[in-house]
């Protein structure tokens, strides 16, 4: 595996499928009553986490204790990193603390390749800016391939902000690499015109494209976006593009419905679709300490400088 | 690479009896009694054992599976992170006489990485250690409590059990390492 | 200066001329004294330069020196210097300076610091607009009277068309050049780079090619309208080359020019999230990048200028939304354009330098610089060898180290400039 995940396409299809074996294992761990095992016993893992975000914070801080590991937490609030610290200073604290990984979360895109130049541990995208989200496409993938069994030829609805939307770009990626049948689906503004050329289609017309799908990703739209004149309202957003209760009726049956969180309940998603049985976004959750931890190990787990004798 | 087979399918079946009889006297009889095979053919073992046992006594024992890649003393050393395995013990251990299952006893390594795990799973009253071989070399003070077969071995040969459930036949072979072969460490496990 | 010196046997390239061809160039008291077959020697220093070009000095229409206000950045000094070990006798300091030179104080102040520096000539760029608000016209008169040649708000457009048009119509009056950025600021909004599949992938808001096209046409549109000298900066479009060669067949007095990176990169070359890659205008597709090389070698574009803008190390290190735009050019340029576009045959030698020299000359207006290399002119040369292989990477003699070509190969080494007969670099060495 590559030394550092900063993009989906990092991970090649054999590699994903490894991760989300092992995560199989992982969440086996997390049955036991010790939910815990030495793998990285010694190994610093620093959380590096410039935008708040409590639930990917603190999955990554279960996955890497529950490897044994140790936790670093640096977070906006109550750090040097709010004081203005440059990210190159922060970088280099954290080297010479001798950090083997680090998961930074970041509203600058491309934050994490910036971050490699600096330190010699690996180097986990927790989000950066409107780039990508490996790990929550890892994630995704890993309940998509629970619940629905196999990638070739699913047919995914990505629905929402495409454009501003990381989660998007990673599983759009993801998925394409699987061979799924990916579509992108919102108003003409929210979706890269380019967009046919990662693999996926594009429609402006959601109540064409649910009828025929196995899953269904629910993007979070946020209301800046009506501000930045996207759309003209959000209440005309979630007419032509919010998953109504009439609209969940024309999923087929077994399809799944996905949202990476937090909800905005009442502009994508009606606030009682979500608490449906086929919406699986609590899973998905649960899923994530189990995903990140298999990253951590397959990506620790390996020797970096050291030479081992076999 | 010469290979010599140092087991035959008879023997190996006669083996797994014998142990199988010795654990129930070791144990007078069959209660309070749990296999755990290790992970890869040790649990098959395992099964036969627990197979073996039933018919001897009529008792039906759990049987889990242990992986211990995680437990192992030399994660980070390998290029790449070792490949994990299933693990299922979906049975309490606390209180039980677990009865670890491995197909080759060698270094000792790994038979440590499981007394590891099993303590992360509950608390036995006890542990007691079956092995289809013992090849010798330990590097820590671990002793098997029931051996198929003794079998004394150069460090630099390896030790093959082919199980039918895996590998299609019942058969023990050691092989000489060839022209410029590094030490086999055995599938994934570090002995 | 009673000196002598004699450079023997270099290929003389001098499109002002039209010489092309091995001659000896004898320069006495800072001006040309012979130029021909086997000139006298004597009492002159000798370089033996066979195999070496020997070109006029070059001219850069587009630099940022970054004093006043910026002195971390770069001073007129080690700006001078830079422009000196590139080969350029002649450098145009762009306005937006802090304070912005829009008065005669700044336009002389950067001045006698060049005059104290001593190492090509600094031809001060005034602003357009007071302060560069882009509302108020700034003293023309009184700075072309300075001697000041070119107008620019460069690092901002005058975006409102009613004041753009007046100074068009108002700098008539001194035979001086508007020089703009063509820059739609709503569609450039918030823009890191050039608006595409690539930004799209990297996440990064990018600006689309009418954001410069637009405004471009408004220009041309008041050129034309107005009777004006317009010079647009900095083209990266294939749209907007389209638009200049139109409106130069229909007799527009419009000039243009290209930056060396803009000829050599493509958005594509950011992937990595390198900063050095970050410059407004952006890096732009494929397509853009053809048009463009194509229009300097039939002179759509008239000049390649570098548009040098150094930044520090500590903000080109921040995040990539975070760090300014902008790449250090003047030492790198001649040797990009001769890896990049003589040596693959996309240009010429003589319309190379034709572009970095004799044509930014004649934007500038009479300075002595872009030659004719003739008996009479100042002596500002440059020697160069152009296969010399060498890595882009620090020490530069800029302050700045943000370079595009950072640890790239490039072939084409400055052996000696000559600035008004003063030998400054010497042995790829500067004296001073």
């Known amino acids: 595996m590559n030394k550092h995940l900063l993009s989906i396409n990092d991970v090649s299809a054999e590699d994903v499928v490894r991760i989300l074996d092992t995560a199989e294992s992982f969440r086996e761990v997390g049955t036991r009553v010790i939910k815990k095992v030495p793998a990285l016993r010694g190994r610093t893992v620093v959380n590096l986490f410039y935008e708040n975000s409590t639930r990917t914070r603190i999955s990554f801080e279960l996955a890497a204790k529950r490897l044994s590991a140790d936790v670093i937490n640096f977070s906006t609030s109550g750090s040097s990193v709010a004081k203005g610290e440059s990210l190159k200073d922060t970088a280099l604290t954290l080297q010479a603390m001798g950090a083997d990984a680090i998961v930074i979360r970041h509203s600058s895109s491309g934050s994490p390749y910036t971050l490699t130049k600096w330190v010699r541990g690996s180097v986990l995208n927790a989000g950066d800016g409107t780039h990508e989200h490996p790990t929550q496409a890892l994630l995704d993938l890993y309940t998509i391939r629970e619940k629905v069994g196999r990638f070739e030829?699913?047919?995914?609805?990505?629905?929402?902000?495409?454009?501003?939307s990381r989660v998007a770009r990673s599983l759009s990626f993801g998925l394409v690499k699987m061979g799924a049948d990916v579509t992108l689906v919102g108003p003409p503004t929210l979706i890269p015109p380019d967009a046919p050329a990662w693999g996926v289609q594009v429609s402006h017309d959601i109540d064409g494209v649910l009828p025929k799908l196995d899953v269904c990703y629910m993007l979070r739209v946020q209301r800046e976006r009506q501000r930045q004149q996207y759309f003209p309202s959000v209440r005309e957003y979630s007419r032509l593009f919010g998953l109504t209760r009439e609209r969940v009726g024309m999923l087929p049956e077994g399809c799944l419905i996905m949202h990476p969180g937090p909800m905005n309940r009442g502009v994508e998603i009606e606030s009682d679709v979500a608490d449906l049985p086929q919406a699986v976004i609590e899973e998905q959750v649960t899923n994530g300490i189990a995903v990140r931890m298999s990253l951590l190990y397959l990506m620790l787990g390996g020797s970096s400088e050291r030479s081992g004798d076999e | 690479?010469?290979?010599?087979?140092?087991?035959?399918?008879?023997?190996?079946?006669?083996?797994?009896?014998?142990?199988?009889?010795?654990?129930?006297?070791?144990?007078?009889?069959?209660?309070?009694?749990?296999?755990?095979?290790?992970?890869?053919?040790?649990?098959?073992?395992?099964?036969?054992?627990?197979?073996?046992?039933?018919?001897?006594?009529?008792?039906?024992?759990?049987?889990?599976?242990?992986?211990?890649?995680?437990?192992?003393d030399d994660i980070g050393m390998r290029a790449e992170a070792p490949e994990v395995h299933e693990t299922r013990i979906d049975f309490d251990i606390t209180g039980k006489t677990v009865v670890l299952v491995d197909d080759v006893l060698f270094t000792g390594r790994t038979i440590r990485a499981?007394?590891?795990?099993?303590?992360?799973?509950?608390?036995?009253?006890?542990?007691?250690?079956?092995?289809?071989?013992?090849?010798?070399?330990?590097?820590?003070?671990?002793?098997?409590?029931?051996?198929?077969?003794?079998?004394?071995?150069?460090?630099?040969?390896?030790?093959?059990?082919?199980?039918?459930?895996?590998?299609?036949?019942?058969?023990?072979?050691?092989?000489?390492?060839?022209?410029?072969?590094?030490?086999?460490?055995?599938?994934e496990k570090n002995e | 200066?009673?000196?002598?010196?004699?450079?023997?046997?270099?290929?003389?390239?001098?499109?002002?001329?039209?010489?092309?061809?091995?001659?000896?160039?004898?320069?006495?008291?800072?001006?040309?004294?012979?130029?021909?077959?086997?000139?006298?020697?004597?009492?002159?220093?000798?370089?033996?330069?066979?195999?070496?070009?020997?070109?006029?000095?070059?001219?850069?229409?587009?630099?940022?020196?970054?004093?006043?206000?910026?002195?971390?950045?770069?001073?007129?000094?080690?700006?001078?210097?830079?422009?000196?070990?590139?080969?350029?006798?002649?450098?145009?300091?762009?306005?937006?300076?802090?304070?912005?030179?829009?008065?005669?104080?700044?336009?002389?102040?950067?001045?006698?610091?060049?005059?104290?520096?001593?190492?090509?000539?600094?031809?001060?760029?005034?602003?357009?607009?007071?302060?560069?608000?882009?509302?108020?016209?700034?003293?023309?008169?009184?700075?072309?009277?300075?001697?000041?040649?070119?107008?620019?708000?460069?690092?901002?457009?005058?975006?409102?068309?009613?004041?753009?048009?007046?100074?068009?119509?108002?700098?008539?009056?001194?035979?001086?050049?508007?020089?703009?950025?063509?820059?739609?600021?709503?569609?450039?909004?918030?823009?890191?780079?050039?608006?595409?599949?690539?930004?799209?992938?990297?996440?990064?808001?990018?600006?689309?090619?009418e954001?410069?096209?637009?405004?471009?046409?408004?220009?041309?549109?008041?050129?034309?309208?107005?009777?004006?000298?317009?010079?647009?900066?900095?083209?990266?479009?294939a749209g907007s080359v389209e638009l200049v060669r139109r409106a130069k067949a229909a007799g527009v007095r419009v000039t243009a020019e290209v930056t060396p990176h803009h000829l050599v990169f493509t958005a594509e070359d950011l992937v990595t999230y390198d900063t050095n890659y970050k410059v407004n205008p952006p890096l732009r597709t494929q397509e853009d990048r053809e048009a463009l090389r194509a229009a300097v070698a039939d002179g759509t574009i008239d000049a390649i200028a570098t548009d040098h803008a150094p930044h520090a190390v500590e903000e080109k290190e921040a995040e990539f939304d975070q760090s300014p735009p902008g790449t250090i050019g003047l030492e790198t340029a001649l040797a990009a354009v001769l890896t990049h576009l003589v040596e693959p045959g996309i240009l010429s030698l003589p319309r190379a330098i034709e572009a970095m020299s004799t044509a930014p000359a004649r934007i500038l207006g009479p300075a002595g610089q872009g030659g004719p290399i003739e008996p009479g002119r100042p002596a500002n040369l440059v020697v160069f060898d152009p296969a010399m292989a060498w890595v882009v990477e620090p020490p530069f003699?800029?302050?700045?180290?943000?370079?595009?070509?950072?640890?790239?190969?490039?072939?084409?080494?400055?052996?000696?400039?000559?600035?008004?007969?003063?030998?400054?670099v010497a042995d790829r060495k500067a004296q001073r």
């Not at chain 3, 637009?214 to 647009?232: K, M, N, P, Q």
């Not at chain 3, 700045?400 to 008004?420: D, P, W």
């Open chain 2, 114 to 187: 499981a007394m590891d795990a099993l303590v992360d799973f509950g608390r036995p009253i006890s542990m007691l250690l079956a092995v289809l071989v013992d090849r010798g070399h330990r590097e820590l003070p671990i002793r098997a409590d029931f051996v198929g077969k003794n079998v004394p071995t150069r460090k630099d040969e390896s030790v093959r059990v082919a199980l039918e459930e895996v590998d299609g036949e019942d058969a023990v072979y050691v092989e000489e390492p060839g022209p410029g072969a590094e030490r086999r460490v055995g599938r």
């Open chain 3, 1 to 209: 200066m009673s000196e002598r010196t004699l450079f023997r046997g270099a290929r003389v390239v001098d499109p002002a001329s039209g010489r092309d061809g091995v001659a000896d160039v004898l320069v006495s008291d800072g001006a040309i004294a012979a130029v021909g077959e086997e000139a006298p020697s004597r009492g002159a220093s000798v370089f033996g330069c066979e195999g070496l070009i020997l070109a006029p000095g070059l001219v850069d229409l587009h630099a940022h020196l970054r004093e006043p206000g910026r002195e971390d950045k770069e001073t007129v000094e080690t700006g001078s210097r830079a422009a000196a070990v590139g080969g350029y006798t002649a450098v145009a300091a762009m306005a937006n300076t802090d304070p912005v030179a829009d008065n005669t104080a700044v336009i002389e102040e950067v001045r006698s610091l060049a005059a104290r520096a001593g190492l090509c000539d600094v031809l001060p760029v005034g602003a357009i607009t007071k302060d560069l608000a882009g509302e108020e016209m700034a003293e023309l008169g009184e700075m072309a009277h300075a001697g000041v040649r070119i107008f620019s708000d460069d690092g901002r457009c005058v975006s409102t068309s009613r004041v753009l048009r007046n100074a068009l119509r108002y700098a008539r009056a001194f035979d001086v050049v508007i020089a703009e950025h063509c820059e739609d600021a709503s569609l450039a909004e918030g823009a890191q780079m050039h608006e595409g599949l690539h930004s799209h992938t990297l996440g990064l808001a990018g600006a689309p090619p």
């Open chain 2, 1 to 72: 690479m010469k290979s010599g087979r140092l087991l035959d399918a008879g023997e190996i079946r006669r083996a797994v009896t014998r142990i199988a009889h010795e654990i129930l006297e070791r144990n007078k009889g069959a209660g309070g009694l749990v296999l755990v095979g290790i992970s890869a053919r040790g649990d098959d073992l395992a099964r036969r054992l627990a197979v073996e046992i039933e018919r001897i006594e009529g008792a039906k024992l759990s049987v889990g599976v242990l992986d211990i890649t995680f437990y192992r």
């Open chain 3, 397 to 424: 003699a800029s302050k700045s180290r943000n370079s595009a070509f950072l640890g790239t190969t490039l072939r084409g080494k400055v052996i000696h400039t000559m600035y008004r007969g003063d030998l400054v």
């Open chain 1, 153 to 164: 030829g699913l047919r995914a609805a990505i629905v929402g902000d495409v454009l501003h």
């Open chain 3, 211 to 237: 954001a410069e096209e637009i405004i471009v046409f408004r220009d041309l549109s008041l050129a034309r309208e107005t009777g004006g000298r317009l010079h647009l900066c900095h083209l990266s479009a």
